[in-house]
């Protein structure tokens, strides 16, 4: 017919991950009831949010902890991971940010006080990279092995220790608290 058409797909409402449409007619050009030109889809879309997920994260601190050990600047750190599973390809770079659910004892040395559920006393949590050096709360990172158009499946590594409060007693018992993990993408 001498003329190019394009046709483009608007989105007019929610569409559910990983929907698949079928191949097939997708539209009809019609001029009154003479149907001039059909468009076929023959390719299959995948809708993918442009996120990742990622699973809540329990860190066992240990039971057997003694005043000796909380005194020290080499309190033991116990490592854990935040994992992110099926990032799609889409995802350039991934910020995260460290968000206190408890009051913050220091931002920038990336410590929290316990939660008001702990029985112990004197001592707070302190978190870490996995070079062990102190993150700061409330502060945006960059995950830096997410670069790259991959996609798939990775794991923060991170470090977690109690800190010593200085001037106050400590009190043996249960230990707990909690920080949000927040991702951004790019």
């Given at each position: 017919m ?7 797909l608007?989105?007019?409402?929610n ?5 698949k ?6 539209a ?8 001039l ?5 023959n ?7 442009a ?14 902890h ?5 005194d ?6 116990v490592?854990?991971n ?20 408890t ?5 920038r ?16 949590l ?6 062990s050096?102190p ?11 997410s ?7 990775f794991?923060?590594?991170?470090k ?7 001037n106050?007693s400590?009190?043996?018992g249960?230990a707990n608290s ?5 991702m951004?993408?790019?």
């Amino acid at each position: 017919m001498g003329a190019t058409y394009t046709l483009g797909l608007v989105k007019t409402g929610n569409i559910p991950t990983n929907t698949k449409p079928i191949n097939g007619l997708l539209a009809t050009y019609k001029k009154g009831d003479l149907e001039l030109i059909k468009f076929y889809l023959n390719l299959t879309i995948t809708h993918q949010s442009a996120s990742c997920k990622s699973p809540d994260v329990q860190v066992n601190m240990g039971t057997d902890h003694t005043v000796s050990s909380l005194d020290t600047a080499n309190t033991p750190k116990v490592a854990f991971n935040i994992n992110l599973i099926d990032c799609p390809k889409a995802i350039n770079k991934i910020h995260y940010t460290l968000k206190a659910n408890t009051s913050i004892i220091d931002a920038r040395a990336g410590i929290v006080e316990l939660s008001a559920d702990s029985i112990a006393r004197g001592i707070g949590l302190q978190l870490f990279n996995e070079n062990s050096q102190p993150i700061e709360l409330e502060k945006s990172q960059v995950f830096t092995d997410s670069t790259g158009n991959s996609g798939g499946n990775f794991q923060i590594p991170l470090k977690a220790a109690y800190y010593r409060i200085p001037n106050e007693s400590l009190t043996p018992g249960t230990a707990n608290s909690s920080v949000t993990f927040i991702m951004s993408y790019l």
